[in-house]
Nanobody
């Protein structure tokens, strides 16, 4: 099992910045075999969507709506993934969830989710 603890959400005015963090802990085998780490978000009445993801090797993927404004990074030594969010817009308001894919066994992976952190951008 892997536990994810998120932090960094809050209320910010449009144009402002926030930095989200997500630290993974738990089963040593899974922690040592974390693959992709990412951030998703879910706004009221909308489906959960991928915001950004990053592989162990550092390859990144971003939703079109956040490209150029958000930056995902990870610290493999700390098992932590970050999301730097700049030039925030009211449309970015959502609950942000951290997600990690890690090996459950040598032949299987599992996705783990954080509890979510609220990001509210006022106009």
């Amino acid at each position: 099992q892997v536990q994810l603890v998120e932090s960094g959400g809050g209320l910010v005015q449009a144009g402002g910045s926030l930095r989200l963090s997500c630290a993974a802990s738990g089963n040593i085998f899974s922690i040592r075999n974390i693959n992709t780490m990412g951030w998703y978000r879910q706004a009221p009445g909308k489906q959960r969507e991928l915001v950004a993801s990053i592989t162990t090797g550092g390859s990144t993927n971003y939703a079109t709506s956040v490209k150029g404004r958000f930056t995902i990074s990870r610290d493999n030594a700390k098992n932590t993934v970050y999301l730097q969010m700049n030039s925030l817009e009211p449309e970015d308001t959502a609950v942000y969830y951290c997600s990690v894919r890690a090996k459950l066994t040598s032949w299987s992976d599992r996705d783990y989710w954080g509890q979510g952190t609220q990001v509210t951008v006022s106009s």
